[in-house]
């Protein structure tokens, strides 16, 4: 699964990128959350890696969080986010 489907994922689109949203869409939402340079260090947003073994338990929080800001529901519950 590459970085980009990781970030969008449960879409069921064939292109996670169609419909306006754009790679500098994505890493606006990594920006706010501070782990955009998860991209560059992880070598782009196609890298195909089993992400769940991949990244920290930190980074895998931040791109749930990221995820939530992406799919924007109507309802958010948020637990406590360690510091």
């Given amino acids: 699964m590459s970085l980009s489907r990781c970030l969008c994922a449960f879409l069921t689109l064939p292109g996670v990128r169609t419909g306006g ?3 500098a869409d994505l890493l606006s939402i990594l920006a706010l959350l501070e782990v955009d340079g998860i991209v ?28 939530l800001f992406y799919h924007c ?8 986010l360690p510091g």
């Fill in 73 to 80: 529901p109507k309802v958010r519950r948020l637990g406590r």
């Fill in 40 to 67: 560059e260090r992880e070598g782009g947003w196609d890298t195909q890696r089993e992400w769940r073994d991949a990244l920290s338990g930190g980074d895998k929080q931040r791109l749930a969080m990221a995820r």
């Fill in 21 to 23: 949203i754009t790679d």
